[in-house]
């Protein structure tokens, strides 16, 4: 009697196998045969094989990772086999078409040695192979497995312009695999799953990379179809890799982009910068259009305050109206009519001046506003300090022997104006002709907006002009507040020191907001100091007497005036 040769002790196990219901042979060449006559030891011994170096297994063994990673995604997908697990078993060529021949008869046999015509495997789900890396090794597998009716699935590569085709194509060549899977499949009669993994070929295309084949053909550096070597996950967009110290290349941290740069693809290696028109998306994978800000007109804001300024303007011509249609009356004539109309008409100009500050800047605009803004306030506050001193001079004046009165004319008054404006306007003149004001676009204040706006220059000339106002407005808030328990009769003092009151408390509060703001914000701060301002002196000052030149008439009497002033 015959014994089994399935019986016979399995000396060695040279396959991998991964269990499931259905099982596919991958034969692929993992390892380097070790140089010893072939002749001798062919079918009589079991073969010997090492492991190659790293640098010329790798390009082998992406083969058996693609082919891992797509029966790990079938299987964890409840469509494409339900019910039903596929596993793969994994056996050598040793790039040698002899043991191409051989590991063919051990599959077959179901187990080392070799046992022709004889299946060792009980379990027989085994129902396709892909076989050979290369055309020669595919073709030596098949002289054997087509006696036994094994479908064999390849695809060899005749010359490297087919595989550059094959890369193009790729899409299109997807259907062909799933096509080939379904007829091979169908030999061993599993028609619900073949169905199945006909999917396969569009669901999972990476299957298709141990599907072609390679020629022994020396490939060129730059067509390399091996993954990159990694330890973790790739870098999407909006990061970029950044080496790790004392780690191999392939090992790399993904950090984001910093901020004003973006990457648009996975492992970018550096991130680019955006255009100055442009600026990143929060995800910092692409760049969107930048929008451009300033002052307009146009919105709510705007024209508020042009609104505002223009409704002023307008309401300090009517006062000055009224003073003049009065201009002899004992109230306009005993708080210096002269110095009034003055006053009246640079807080005009004052109100007006705002306008240059909104809508959008020009070269011309930012050289005026400011210097303009300068000059008419500095005619504004020193005619309340030459009305503050009049006031103190007439009372002065009053007394016998008193040389005062020479300078209680309207030459003095005009004169002390003159030199004050003269002074601002020699600083004006200095900040224009040194580091004069400029137009300018600020992309980095706020992200997604192109500021266009007016940079002062010389920040250092900018704020002397604006604290010799302030010098000014001090000095006249000090001579008011001294004066303000004269006589009734002229008590303009009190208004004064009120206007003044106002006038510093809005200056004051500005300076601080200016630092902290940007954009048009700060222009907004800066109309909106400048109406407040002007508006405080405007209501402080005239509107007192307004109120009793028009609905007080009876008090605009001159007795009235010197029971006051002797009561």
Request: glycine share 4%; hydrophobic share 45%.
């Amino acid at each position: 009697m015959v014994k089994n040769p399935c019986h016979i002790e399995r000396r060695f196990n040279p396959t991998y196998r991964k269990e499931g219901d259905l099982i596919i042979a991958g034969f692929l060449s993992l390892f380097v045969k070790v140089q010893v006559s072939m002749d001798k030891v062919f079918f009589k011994m079991c073969p010997f094989w090492i492991y190659a170096l790293p640098t010329s297994m790798f390009k082998q063994y992406h083969h058996f990772l693609a082919l891992q990673y797509a029966v790990d995604e079938i299987n964890k997908n409840p469509y494409l086999l339900p019910n039903t697990t596929l596993g793969y078993q994994l056996l050598n060529n040793f790039h040698l078409e002899k043991l191409a021949v051989e590991s063919s008869l051990i599959w077959l046999s179901g187990r080392g040695p070799i046992i022709p015509n004889y299946s060792c495997d009980k379990q027989s789900n085994s129902v396709a192979v892909i076989g050979g890396m290369s055309a020669t090794l595919s073709m030596a597998m098949a002289t054997i497995l087509e006696l036994y009716k094994v479908p064999q699935l390849h695809h060899i590569l005749k010359s490297i312009n087919s595989v550059n085709k094959a890369i193009d194509e790729s899409h299109e060549e997807g259907a062909q695999p799933a096509a080939e899977i379904y007829d091979i499949l169908n030999y061993k009669s599993f028609p619900d799953q073949i169905e199945a993994l006909v999917k396969v070929g569009e669901v999972y295309p990476l299957a298709q990379r141990f599907t072609i084949m390679e020629e022994d053909i020396d490939w060129p550096e730059d067509f390399n179809q091996t993954p990159t070597s990694r330890c973790n996950l790739k870098c999407g967009p909006g990061f970029k890799k950044t080496a790790l110290e004392r780690q191999p290349k392939c090992c790399y941290a993904c950090t984001p982009c910093p901020e004003g740069t973006i990457s648009n693809q996975t492992d970018a290696e550096q991130c680019l910068q955006c255009l100055e028109d442009q600026y990143p998306n929060r995800e910092r994978d692409h760049c969107l259009p930048r929008t451009r800000t300033f002052l307009a007109y146009e919105e709510l804001l705007g024209m508020t305050l042009a609104s505002a300024a223009i409704c002023f303007s307008l309401l300090t011509v009517l006062v000055l109206g009224v003073f003049v249609k009065h201009r002899d009356t004992p109230i306009v004539k005993a708080n210096n009519r002269s110095l009034s109309y003055t006053l009246l008409v640079s807080l005009t100009l004052c109100f007006l001046c705002s306008l240059l500050f909104i809508g959008h800047p020009t070269t011309a605009t930012c050289l005026l506003r400011q210097t303009t803004f300068a000059v008419v306030f500095t005619v504004a506050v020193s005619s309340i300090l030459a009305k503050t001193i009049t006031v103190v001079l007439a009372f002065r004046a009053t007394r016998p022997g008193s040389r005062l009165r020479s300078w209680l004319g309207s030459a003095a008054s005009y004169s002390l104006i003159f030199t004050c404006t003269l002074i601002q306007m020699c600083l004006c003149g200095i900040w224009l002709g040194t580091s004069p004001p400029f137009l300018e676009m600020d992309i980095h204040s706020e992200p997604g907006s192109i500021i266009i706006q007016c940079n002062e220059g010389s920040l250092l000339i900018f704020y002397c002009v604006l604290g010799y106002m302030a010098l000014l407005a001090l000095a006249s808030f000090t001579v008011a507040f001294l004066a303000r328990n004269l006589p009734d009769t002229f008590n303009e003092a009190k208004f004064l020191t009120f206007s003044m009151l106002v006038f510093c408390s809005v200056w004051i509060s500005f300076l601080p907001s200016y630092q902290s703001s940007k954009g048009k914000a700060i222009v907004a701060l800066e109309v909106f100091a400048i109406l407040t301002s002007s508006a405080g002196i405007l209501t402080c000052i005239f509107v007192p007497k307004c109120f009793v030149i028009l609905l007080r008439s009876d008090q605009n009497t001159l007795g009235i005036l010197k029971k006051k002033a002797n009561p």
